[in-house]
């Protein structure tokens, strides 16, 4: 079982340094965002199991941080995101994006 812990925390890693290579080669802040919350999610999350299996004890405050992860980072991301997308950060040619509607900002008002 230690073994597969210990695969468990390497494939953490190994999302981290994705994660963070991905934050390095990404052509805009929404593509970055993008890799950098990803990874980190799929990094965490492995490497909390593979705590899960080297300390069983822990198992309920382990599934506690893993629930409130999978709920904060991919709505902060979001936010700094969407706030970007209203303060005007434009995204590089070629990156899709979703037509929604956002509120206007006080500057387009006036």
């Known amino acids: 079982m230690t073994i597969i812990a210990g695969g468990l925390i390497i494939v953490g890693g190994l999302f981290y340094g994705l994660g963070g290579l991905g934050i390095l080669r990404m052509p ?29 004890d822990w198992i309920p405050r382990l599934l506690l941080i893993m ?12 936010t700094l995101l969407r706030n970007a997308f209203i303060q005007g950060v434009k995204p590089v040619e070629g990156t899709l994006m979703d037509d929604f509607s956002l509120p206007s900002r006080k500057e387009d008002q006036a």
């Open 67 to 78: 629930v409130f992860i999978v709920v904060t980072n991919p709505i902060g991301s979001s």
């Open 28 to 56: 805009d802040v929404y593509n970055r965002a993008q890799a950098g919350t990803k990874a980190t999610t799929l990094g965490t999350l492995s490497t909390i199991l593979g705590l899960m299996i080297l300390h069983p």
